[in-house]
């Protein structure tokens, strides 16, 4: 005998997880009175925290109600601006561009190239950050507290996703993009010595990492990362910045 079914209207923002037979958003989904329906929605391949509102039949259902079949249901995306605790941030190994520009505009982006998926998760449930990531499998982790899709092949899509999802508070040329510490004005006086001599000549503005020790000035790069930052800022809500505009420009 066969199995009743669900009908489950997808929204048009979870659609890309969907299988291509199913790009149009409406799917019928066979029931057997015990699976969830967060648990049908993740079969066919949409993770829940990418997911908002749970409806059936017009009622709003937690992601553990179990459907009988013969329902109308319908997953809406997670509403934007998603409102955090605290705007912070972990990347899994593939998102390094992104880190750097989420640092670039002062997101607390915590990031390391060799961590594993089990260390990822006890790293952002340890520390309260969120988990972003491509990785549609990870983010069906039941251990992960919270974490999102990142959407966007290219990194300046990719911050444009993430400012526009969570609209954190954005601190222009506050952070290190090399390992996320925090910048300080610095005198000239303080850093000749570690500059090269035609970095001296030129730029009279520093900046240092107080984690690392990095040198910032307004480089060769400084005209390209201001129209990131720029981008971003109008996206977002921005902090007040500081004056030291940091260039992707290290000394030696």
Same mark, same amino acid.
């Given at each position: 005998?066969?199995?009743?079914?669900?009908?489950?209207?997808?929204? $048009?923002?979870?659609?890309?997880? *969907?299988?291509p037979? #199913?790009?149009?958003?409406?799917?019928?989904?066979? +029931? @057997?009175?015990?699976?969830?329906?967060? #648990?049908?929605?993740?079969?066919?391949?949409?993770?829940?925290?990418e997911v908002g509102r749970l409806v059936v039949d017009g009622q709003p259902v937690a992601p553990g109600y179990r459907p009988a079949g013969g329902e109308?249901?319908?997953?809406?995306?997670?509403?934007r601006p998603q409102r955090l605790p605290a705007a912070r941030f972990l990347l899994d190994v593939h998102l390094g561009a992104l880190a750097r520009r989420m640092r670039l505009v002062g997101l607390d982006a915590d990031y390391a190239n060799d961590r594993d998926d @089990?260390? *990822?998760i006890a790293r952002a449930n340890a520390t309260g950050r969120v988990l972003l990531t491509r990785d549609r499998g990870l983010l069906r982790r039941r251990a992960?507290?919270?974490g999102a899709y990142v959407r966007g092949d290219r990194p300046d899509d990719q911050l444009a996703d993430v400012v526009g999802r969570f609209d954190p508070? *954005?601190?222009?040329?506050? &952070? +290190?993009?090399? +390992?996320?510490? $925090?910048?300080?004005q610095?005198?000239?006086?303080?850093?000749? &010595?570690?500059? &090269?001599?035609?970095?001296?000549?030129?730029?009279a503005d520093f900046a240092r990492c107080g984690d690392c020790g990095r040198i910032y000035w307004r480089g060769a #790069?400084?005209?390209?990362?201001?129209?990131?930052?720029d981008r971003a800022v109008a996206r977002g809500t921005a902090a007040d910045p500081v004056t030291t505009r940091g260039s992707a420009n290290p000394p030696g």
């Open positions: 005998m066969d199995r009743p079914e669900l009908e489950l209207a997808v929204a $048009p923002a979870l659609r890309l997880f *969907l299988a037979r #199913h790009r149009d958003g409406l799917v019928r989904v066979r +029931c @057997d009175g015990t699976s969830t329906l967060g #648990h049908l929605v993740e079969s066919l391949g949409v993770p829940l925290p109308r249901a319908a997953a809406e995306a997670v509403a @089990d260390e *990822l992960l507290w919270l508070p *954005l601190a222009p040329w506050t &952070r +290190c993009t090399l +390992c996320n510490g $925090p910048l300080g610095v005198r000239k006086g303080e850093v000749e &010595r570690e500059l &090269r001599p035609g970095t001296r000549r030129t730029y #790069h400084a005209a390209r990362l201001t129209r990131i930052v």
